[in-house]
């Protein structure tokens, strides 16, 4: 079935710092990939998606390219900031009338100063 | 963009008691909404599927008497959650598709807690 491996946290980082975030998936057609961040008390906002693959999905600084061949969609971010501390959650969804979206089990986020 | 937004945002209620929840699509026909349960520090489990004017398709486990979906218009799906107890408490989460996408937009959630 379709389904979502992703990094376990929790991570800390310091501010400026690399992040990387790994995520690969199991999907039985061809999924569209997402990233969503939640940051404390809210839901989810979309981050980021990449629809096929070698796609990149880029938003406020972070990225993450659709690899069919490895079957992943990792999330990076060159100089993390204090305010990016959040849930990070990679999905996928195969589209079409159900349209299901199968999550990652989430990866908390800490950036200190 | 497309706008989902829930009411309340947080609530507290007592055993026993039922509450609910709405989801709204504010900008878009939503054709199909989806709920979500949220754990503490855990990912989103699906509960159910509504389509506008049929009846909820629930996930496996789900007790669908307990947690009662209704999608009566385009652009409104409620849960209610009967007889609450404190193993309710969660955050719920709600997201529509529509407007000739199969995106999913989700909402801010809904913080329950039954004392």
């Known amino acids: 079935g379709d389904s979502v491996t992703q990094m376990e946290g929790p991570v800390t980082l310091s501010e400026e710092a690399f992040l990387t975030i790994n995520c690969t998936y199991t999907a039985t057609g061809y999924p569209?990939?997402?990233?969503?961040?939640?940051?404390?008390?809210?839901?989810?906002?979309?981050?980021?998606?990449?629809?096929?693959?070698?796609?990149?999905?880029?938003?406020?600084?972070?990225?993450a390219t659709y690899r069919k061949e490895t079957t992943s969609f990792h999330l990076e971010k060159g100089s993390v900031q204090v305010s990016d501390s959040a849930v990070y959650?990679?999905?996928?969804?195969?589209?079409?009338?159900?349209?299901?979206?199968y999550f990652g089990t989430g990866t908390s986020l800490t950036v200190i100063p | 963009g497309a706008v989902v937004s829930q009411h309340p945002s947080r609530v507290i209620c007592k055993s026993g008691t039922s509450v609910k929840i709405e989801c709204r699509s504010l900008d878009f026909q939503a054709t199909t909404m989806f709920w979500y349960r949220q754990f503490p520090k855990q990912s989103l489990m699906l509960m159910a599927t509504s389509n506008e004017g049929s009846k909820a398709t629930y996930e496996q486990g789900v007790e669908k008497d307990k947690f009662l979906i209704n999608h009566a218009s385009l652009t409104l799906s409620t849960l209610t959650v009967t007889s609450a107890h404190p193993e309710d408490s969660s955050f719920y989460i709600c997201s529509a598709q529509g407007g000739g996408s199969w995106e999913q937009y989700f909402g801010p959630g809904t913080r329950l807690t039954v004392t």
């Open chain 1, 32 to 63: 569209s990939l997402f990233w969503y961040v939640q940051y404390p008390g809210e839901g989810l906002q979309l981050l980021l998606k990449a629809t096929k693959a070698d796609d990149k999905g880029s938003n406020k600084g972070f990225e």
């Open chain 1, 89 to 101: 959650f990679c999905a996928l969804s195969v589209g079409g009338s159900s349209n299901q979206f």
